[in-house]
């Protein structure tokens, strides 16, 4: 069982930066393809971001390419979302989750295995 917990989360103006982190348990980390999703009131939880085992290869959505980061640290079990030139439309419950399969990333939500707690993200105009 693996357990996620996220932090970084709060209310910014428009143009702002935030820096989400999601902390793992266990010594398995390195195994996971790790991704943020994020999921506004009536929306579906999309994939924001994602990042392969090693670090090596990320996806983006594109509404937040150049301006989000994801990155990980293998020897500290946590994975990171910088982001930054923040819009009102980013506002939403930022999820950390983990992909345990043999699979590169995907950008299915049930295709995740562990999920954390979310984190709001509200920016307001």
Known sequence: QVQLVESGGGLVQAGGSLRLSCAASGRTFISFVMGWFRQAPGEERDLVAAISRGGDNTYYRNSVKGRF???RDNAENTVYLQMNALEPED????????????????VNPDDYDY????TQ?????
């Open 115 to 118: 999920w954390g707690q979310g």
């Open 121 to 125: 993200v509200t920016v307001a105009s």
């Open 91 to 106: 506002t939403a419950v930022y999820y950390c989750a983990a992909d345990r399969s043999l699979y590169t990333i995907r």
């Open 69 to 71: 980061t994801i990155s």
